[in-house]
């Protein structure tokens, strides 16, 4: 099963709108036609209508960090799927290990996301991972497997092909730590047979797993020619136009 290969950019919180605008134009400007490589850049949410608007017409989606469950209402501080889409966001990023370390984040929170960020047609990148307290103590596979489970749980099957999962070992994100690409590929075909038995071997063959943490131009070659890893989510080195190209043209030579 040959799936396109999949880049994206979590900016976190970097980047004023202005700083952004300038990042994606560089990105426009050489990688804005290329289609042999999904790209998807997520600025933070006060960069995002001035990113939509530099990405008309160009072949990089536009994705969101977060998003709350509800439409809309009192939720002080929070943004809706529905908003999202007003700016022509295609993706959002749910469940980063941040979210579930800094702000509390549980299962059952992110699988509301998930299920409101589905209905509103924006494709979730839902992110899982084990510490390394966890991997150490042999939990990495179970603790992947709960994530995985809770987060997708009442997601269809005609659903879950919009899905893109993303695997971030919490001790190999922003520390320059990469996992090797046995550990990675291993935990990759193990999320794939979840998604299998889950919603069944064709729809689970279409669904992206990226791999994210410290993944840069030098260890990227060798991740993404692994049989699961379907492509990156990138902190770090999505921040520098050249290094992030670097990435795309990396992700276009393993596919
Ligand atoms: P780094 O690439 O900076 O390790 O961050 C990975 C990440 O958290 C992407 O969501």
């Not at 976190?12 to 850049?41: C, F, I, P, R, Y």
């Not at 295609?90 to 299962?107: A, K």
């Not at 409101?116 to 603790?143: F, H, S």
């Not at 997601?155 to 993303?166: D, F, G, P, S, Y």
Request: proline letters at 3%.
């Amino acid at each position: 099963m040959s799936r396109k290969k999949l880049i994206a950019g979590n900016w976190k919180m970097n980047k004023n709108s202005a700083e952004a605008v300038a990042l994606v134009a560089e990105l426009v400007a050489v990688a804005g036609k290329q289609t042999d490589v999904e790209v998807v850049v997520c600025p933070p949410f006060t960069a995002l209508e001035g990113v939509a608007a530099k990405l008309e017409g160009a072949e990089i989606r536009l994705g969101a960090q977060n998003m709350h469950p509800e439409k809309s209402g009192a939720y002080t501080g929070e943004i809706s799927a529905e908003m999202l889409r007003a700016l022509h966001a295609t993706h959002v990023i749910l469940g980063h290990s941040e979210r579930r370390t800094y702000f509390g984040e549980t299962d059952a929170f992110i699988n509301k996301k998930t299920l409101a960020a589905l209905k509103a047609e924006l494709r979730p990148i839902l992110c899982v991972g084990e510490t390394l307290a966890e991997r150490e103590g042999n939990q990495t596979l179970k603790v992947v497997q709960t994530q995985i489970e809770a987060g997708l749980d009442g997601v269809t099957k005609e659903q879950a092909a919009q899905l893109v999962i993303a695997y971030e070992p919490v001790w190999a994100i922003g520390t320059g730590k990469v996992a090797t690409t046995a550990q990675a590929q291993e935990v990759h075909a193990f999320i794939r047979g979840l998604l299998v038995r889950l919603f069944g071997e064709s729809v689970a063959g279409k669904i992206r797993i990226l791999y994210g943490g410290s993944m840069k131009p030098s260890n990227a070659p060798e991740l993404l020619a692994q049989p699961d890893i379907d492509g990156g989510l990138i902190g770090g080195a999505s921040l520098e136009a050249r290094s992030f190209l670097e990435l795309i043209t990396a992700a276009a030579a393993a596919k």
